[in-house]
């Protein structure tokens, strides 16, 4: 096992050896990460949307395309580093078995 992975790879070999497979592994990795950063960017998007549209209440201006912009680009840099972890963690399953 090399030294660089992470202290968890026993739980995935003690999963492996119950009889899971690399797909079901997966999969729940990917249900894990959709949760811990599907939550968390659903909360900052509310938020901001609740932001800006009170901003528009007090300065009386509608921001629309700022906004839709600015969420996009938070959800696409958001999305990229749950992506990345997925990959992480794909590797790490790989390795470890």
Same mark, same amino acid.
């Given at each position: 096992?090399?030294?660089?992975?992470?202290?968890?790879?026993?739980?995935?070999?003690?999963?492996?050896?119950?009889?899971?497979?690399?797909?079901?592994?997966?999969? !729940?990795?990917? =249900?894990?990460?959709?949760?811990?950063?599907?939550?968390? $960017? /659903? #909360?900052?998007?509310?938020?901001?949307?609740?932001?800006?549209?009170? !901003?528009?209440? =007090?300065?009386?201006?509608?921001?629309?395309?700022?906004? $839709? /912009? #600015?969420?996009?680009?938070?959800?696409?840099?958001?999305?990229?580093? !749950?992506?990345?972890?997925?990959?992480?963690?794909?590797?790490?399953?790989?390795?470890?078995?």
């Amino acid at each position: 096992m090399p030294l660089n992975l992470p202290m968890f790879i026993g739980s995935f070999l003690i999963l492996r050896k119950l009889g899971f497979t690399q797909s079901n592994l997966l999969r !729940g990795i990917r =249900f894990k990460q959709l949760f811990n950063f599907g939550i968390p $960017l /659903i #909360v900052g998007l509310s938020h901001s949307y609740f932001a800006v549209k009170s !901003g528009w209440f =007090f300065f009386g201006t509608e921001m629309l395309w700022p906004m $839709l /912009i #600015v969420m996009a680009l938070y959800t696409a840099l958001y999305s990229t580093f !749950g992506v990345l972890s997925v990959a992480y963690y794909k590797r790490v399953i790989k390795d470890s078995l």
